[in-house]
């Protein structure tokens, strides 16, 4: 197992979960499931531990756990072998919270979390434990984003002090890297190329321009029709852009504090993503993880990323079956069992189409079409088991078929052989 990574977590009696053991690889892992069952509470967890902090609101003991019940264990294997010891931390009823101190430089790598409401959380082992001025309200890191964050940047106040900036945000930080050689604004655009849609509107970055109502210039992104400043990009396009900007910031904020510090910098890097689908067009679904899994060679080739990654789309899971690797990968599943809630580690399945990954067990629809259409066909699958099935019964479902399935569906040819067995003429 590569060193820096989450490699264990177990949750206890913790939020809508009794006992839940989370294993994930060193590479890519894929988390699905059905709604409420647990998908972006995981990834809260998964974010604590490796961070210190929650990004949003604390999870909590489940409602029946008693007060030995409610633990979270997990282990990083990391750089020091002293460090890679299982850890399990329970919930502290008295003062209702959970009694975790920060983690030093040695528990984990970098940490990004995009999470589904479009705010993002970092944390930089290194700067992170940097002693922030005196009389500063927080320390410097992990910092939490919201959306206007991301745009405008993070300030600090200290009282009787100069503000202080935790980071510039994407407008400053784009037109000043734009504007100066050598920055690191030429592996941005190659990280928006990578990232592209295969579509024919490609992140492109075009000059900066001023908008009405601003003093200041603004990123912007040049289309076939024209450009288009950043901030009225659609907002899968914002999201995208503000991943790749955080991801290249983070990496870049992290070899300036290791230089400072005169310490390594570190090659290891957790990414974790919350519905990854959410506001992207299916093209963009088909292409966003196998081009993330691209990134790290426009950052450094030796940087090692660990994804964990939530998704709904079955788009996202056919497009990673080419890159797929049984050594580095892992796909799991939440799912109840016995009015449970389990996560399921499951054998990746190459199923070709994306309809059948509709009706695996990751998605486990019966069919790939309507409710109503799924319901019409098993009507005329039970009507073809009759014995004597009438000339009108056929019709009638007939017109429900005609009504509900498309031209070229597979149905077809097994309903209009039966029909004209029985002299129905279509």
């Not at 941005?188 to 075009?206: A, C, F, N, W």
């Not at 519905?275 to 993330?292: A, F, T, V, Y």
């Not at 990954?357 to 098993?378: H, N, V, Y």
């Not at 009504?403 to 004209?420: K, S, Y």
Request: hydrophobic residues 35%; contains cysteine; aromatic residues 10%.
């Amino acid at each position: 197992m590569l060193k820096g990574i989450l490699s264990y977590l177990q949750l206890n009696g913790v939020g809508p979960v009794k006992e839940l053991c989370f294993e994930p690889n060193q590479r890519l892992n894929i988390i699905t499931g059905d709604n409420s069952f647990g998908k972006t509470f995981l990834l809260e967890c998964a974010w604590w531990v490796l961070a210190g902090v929650w990004a949003g609101n604390p999870v909590y003991p489940g409602e029946n756990a008693g007060k030995d019940d409610a633990k979270i264990s997990f282990q990083l294997t990391a750089k020091s072998r002293s460090k890679e010891k299982r850890e399990t931390v329970s919930y502290d009823w008295e003062r209702q919270q959970w009694p975790k101190t920060s983690p030093g430089e040695d528990s984990a790598g970098l940490v990004i979390y995009a999470r589904v409401d479009n705010s993002f959380a970092v944390w930089d082992p290194v700067s992170g434990k940097a002693q922030p001025p005196v009389g500063a309200k927080k320390p410097s890191s992990p910092l939490i984003f919201d959306k206007k964050d991301i745009i405008e940047g993070i300030i600090e106040e200290i009282p009787g002090k100069e503000d202080r900036s935790l980071c510039n945000g994407l407008l400053v930080d784009w037109v000043n890297w734009q504007k100066t050689p050598d920055s690191p604004f030429a592996a941005l655009r190659k990280i928006l190329d990578e990232l592209s849609t295969v579509s024919q509107e490609p992140i492109k970055p075009g000059e900066p321009v001023r908008i009405p109502g601003t003093k200041r210039l603004m990123p912007s992104l040049l289309y076939p029709y024209g450009i288009v400043p950043f901030v009225y990009a659609a907002s899968s396009v914002q999201r995208i852009i503000s991943l790749a900007y955080l991801i290249l910031w983070t990496w870049e904020e992290h070899k300036i504090a290791c230089k400072e510090t005169q310490k390594t910098p570190h090659k290891n890097m957790i990414i974790l993503i919350d519905e990854i689908e959410s506001h992207l067009h299916p093209q963009w679904q088909r292409s966003i993880i196998p081009s993330l899994l691209e990134v790290k060679k426009h950052l450094n080739n030796e940087l090692n990323i660990q994804f964990l990654i939530t998704t709904h789309s079955p788009l996202v899971l056919t497009s990673i079956e080419p890159v797929f690797e049984e050594e580095t990968d892992k796909l799991f599943h939440l799912e109840t069992d016995d009015n449970e809630i389990v996560l399921k580690e499951q054998p990746f399945l190459r199923h070709g189409r994306v309809d059948n990954w509709f009706t695996s067990d990751t998605f486990g629809l019966r069919q790939a079409r309507s409710l109503e259409a799924e319901k019409a066909i098993s009507d005329a699958k039970d009507l073809q088991q009759k014995e004597r099935p009438t000339k009108d019964e056929i019709e009638k479902v007939h017109k429900r078929l005609a009504r509900l399935l498309g031209d070229f569906d597979t149905f077809w040819p097994r309903w209009t052989f039966f029909a004209e067995q029985h002299g129905v003429d279509l």
